[in-house]
């Protein structure tokens, strides 16, 4: 599945105006704008990221990402929340959203962390741009905490984690996460988590229903499959994906992750549109390798790192099989158009 319900993007885009950032002309510039965005759409992943890219650069709050994931409502989920809510237990609606977690808005897969006394939602983050990477899992923990406090609120008014897991360094301030959270914060884990005692998840729903959890489980199905079916012309969107890195470029296993699809799907879909993981990629480095060689100064090392090779010899050979002639002969008598 490529693509997700726009309304994770249009919450992020209303937050963020509301911090007093502009987003319309970076909306403009991809054909959107708030006024005109069907609440029903969808969005291609690939495009959501570059959009959300531009957007984060904008920001100088390190708490942003905590601030934009509790924006997100529990009317936003449509089916996937109702599903929850009539689970017969808290741990039920959990197994059911790690099941689903598809129709989320996270980057990255989570997964159900057991011990004899705690569940833990561990958020295994998708590789990303280390310029938005920080504020994607903030927002995503933070979104996911919100989640369970809105389904949790009609059941136990006291909810509360046992810990959090951040996956990136302490930032200046831990307090911002403290006051969210409510309980000890550990930063620099492997992954995140969100560590929930197992008698909070014990407790019945009492808006359980085992009728109404089935249709909107139908329903999420119904969504699911739809999604699927638009997996068409991945091309594109892969190409797409890998032109925001930079030295380090995702692996296929990442990019399947990002689209939530099985790395095996992606490379059955790409055999299809008669192409591959390694031929997008090397397109994808041959255009900037033209670029960087053309309008920059930069040397043939510093371009070969950028580009994710451990030695120039390696691009050198790359390059030349791709255009016929050396990177410094290139330099001297390019062909890419300068801009």
């Given at each position: 599945?490529?693509?997700?319900s ?30 005109n ?38 009317a ?8 929850l ?19 989320a ?9 057991l ?79 969100l ?31 739809a999604?699927?079916?638009q ?26 992750t ?23 990629l ?27 090779y451990?030695?120039p010899s ?16 290139y ?9």
């Amino acid at each position: 599945m490529t693509t997700r319900s726009v309304l994770g993007l249009i919450y992020t885009v209303h937050a963020i105006n509301n911090m007093g950032i502009e987003t319309a002309d970076i909306l403009t510039k991809y054909g959107f704008s708030l006024q005109n965005l069907d609440p029903f759409a969808q969005i291609d992943r690939a495009q959501e990221l570059q959009i959300l890219l531009e957007i984060v650069q904008q920001l100088d709050d390190v708490s942003a990402g905590l601030q934009l994931g509790t924006r997100f409502g529990i009317a936003g989920y449509g089916p996937f929340s109702l599903m929850l809510m009539t689970s017969p237990t808290a741990y039920d609606a959990c197994k059911l959203g790690i099941q689903y977690q598809a129709l989320a808005y996270l980057y990255g897969t989570m997964e159900l962390d057991l011990t004899p006394g705690t569940t833990g939602l561990s958020l295994y983050p998708a590789n990303l741009p280390e310029s938005i990477r920080t504020f994607l899992i903030d927002r995503d923990l933070a979104g996911t905490y919100q989640l369970l406090k809105d389904i949790m609120i009609n059941q136990d008014d006291n909810f509360s984690l046992d810990e959090v897991w951040i996956p990136h360094p302490k930032p200046t301030t831990a307090k911002p996460y403290e006051e969210l959270f409510q309980c000890p914060v550990k930063f620099d884990q492997p992954h995140g988590k969100l560590v929930i005692s197992n008698i909070e998840l014990s407790h019945a729903f009492p808006q359980s229903n085992a009728l109404a959890c089935k249709l909107y489980q139908a329903q999420c199905d119904q969504l699911i499959e739809a999604r699927a079916a638009q997996i068409s012309g991945l091309t594109g969107k892969v190409s797409q994906y890998l032109n925001l890195f930079e030295y380090r470029f995702p692996k296929t296993s990442d990019v399947a992750t990002l689209f939530s699809i099985s790395e095996r799907s992606l490379r059955r879909q790409l055999v299809k549109e008669s192409t591959s993981y390694q031929t997008i990629l090397n397109s994808v480095r041959y255009h900037r390798a033209r670029k960087l060689l053309t309008n920059s100064k930069l040397p043939i090392e510093t371009i070969a790192d950028k580009l994710g090779y451990s030695e120039p010899s390696a691009f050198n050979h790359a390059f030349t099989k791709w255009s016929g002639t050396s990177p410094r002969d290139y330099r001297k008598h390019p062909t890419y158009p300068s801009e």
